[in-house]
Every structure is written in C-alpha cells, then in structure tokens.
C-alpha cells in the first residue's frame, strides 16, 4: 500500500533554532517528492520538488534531502523565525503520467516561539 | 502569491441547503482539482479537470459535482449539504499537460472552511 507518513506530528522550537522533519513513504515506482508549506487557513505553498536523481534542494532556508534507496526524505530549517510556524506536508507522485497520482502526508505542525 | 480565488472564505449552513463553492484561476492553467481535508489530516482529491468540460472523480469519494464550463473557473457544488460535509475545501491548479510531472506543480487557493449545521 503506497503510503506516506511524516514525523513528529508536532514541534515546538525557539527562534533562531534549527529543525528537521521527516518523511518515509512507500510510494513505488517513485517520480517525485514534494515539500509543501501550508500556514493555518491557507493552501498549501510548495517549497521544493526532487526527482529520483537529486539528493537535495535548498529554498532559502529550507534544505529538502531525499534518500530514495530507502525512501526517506528530510526538510531541514535553519535560524526558524516566527513566520515559520505552519504545517509542512510531504507529498509524493508515483509517476509522471496521466496514470499517476499525488500521496498526501498529514504533515508536521511546527511552531516557534519567541 | 498564486493568482487562484477561492469564495466564500467560510460558510455556515443548515442540513439540505443547496450550496457552490467557487474557485477561479487567472493563470490559464488546464488542470484543476479540489481537495478536502479534515484538520490534522492528509489532503483527499475528490474531483480533477484536464481542461474545459473535463471533469474526473478523484480518490475520495464525495457527494458533490464539478462543472468546467470556463478554463478560469472550477465550482463546486453540493446539492443537500449534511453535517458530514463539514470540512475545509481547497481548490488547486497546475500547469502541466499531464500526469504529475516535476513541472507540474499546484498552486492552492485559500480554502473554503464549510460548516454544516
């Protein structure tokens, strides 16, 4: 079963500090995987995409790595600011064709504090 | 900052109302979709669109219908609202010709938070 699954379901940090939320899934045959930012009461917003060949992705200071021998990805956020406090989801495609499809995770609530 | 509404923001109705979620995009994307998502929970794709008078089910299955009338526009409607459409509802759009390509990335609205009384 093609599954995504994101951890910890929640963080809590100080600003100025650094994080890393994960994301395994199951997703096979893999096309690409997704980082998305969705602040509360808004759509989502994507921050990085990476195919099989790529192992990292960086957008500001967002560093997306994927590892796709064993299916795990990481969003690394560097110096949080209060602005960061959303969900970040993790989203998979398991192939580039009008076949394909999107897997959703449930995302990762992180909030910073002051 | 993506060019696609969405309205009403939120909306608050009774059991059996007749109720259409808007969305339109000024991006001239062909591909549309609606999602729901409960809070907490993953994104569920309930109806997509490839173009004008395309419209498909998605994964989820849901009690509402779609129409693509207009390349821009992408409503969704729900005949007789129950309490168990309560959810938030997100329209997207995306540029790509097919499938899900790396280039095809979606650019979300803002949501419709329905509540069904």
């Known amino acids: 079963k093609n599954q995504v699954e994101q951890s910890p379901q929640s963080l809590i940090i100080l600003e100025g500090k650094n994080c890393t939320l994960q994301c395994n899934y199951t997703v096979s045959p893999f096309s690409n995987l997704r980082w998305y930012k969705q602040d509360t009461g808004r759509g989502p917003v994507s921050l990085t995409i990476m195919t099989f060949s790529e192992n990292t992705k960086s957008n500001g200071r967002y560093t997306a790595t994927l590892d796709a021998d064993t299916k795990q990805s990481s969003l690394h956020i560097t110096a949080s600011q209060l602005s960061d406090s959303a969900s970040y989801i993790c989203?998979?495609?398991?192939?580039?064709?009008?076949?394909?499809?999107?897997?959703f995770g449930r995302g990762t609530q992180l909030t910073v504090w002051p | 900052e993506a060019d696609i509404y969405q309205t009403p923001r939120y909306l608050v109705i009774g059991t059996g109302k007749k109720i259409t979620l808007e969305c339109s995009q000024t991006m001239g994307h062909d591909k549309m979709y609606w999602y729901q998502q409960d809070p907490g929970m993953e994104l569920h794709l309930i109806h997509y669109?490839?173009?004008?008078?395309?419209?498909e089910k998605g994964d989820l299955s849901s009690e509402s219908t779609v129409s693509r009338i207009r390349t821009e526009h992408f409503p969704l409607t729900l005949e007789s609202a129950r309490p168990s459409h309560t959810s938030q509802y997100l329209c997207a759009s995306s540029e790509g010709s097919s499938g899900w390509e790396v280039t095809d990335t979606q650019y979300f609205g803002p949501g419709t938070r329905l509540t069904v009384l």
């Open positions: 989203v998979v495609s398991d192939r580039g064709s009008t076949l394909g499809r999107l897997y």
């Open positions: 669109s490839y173009g004008v008078n395309s419209t």
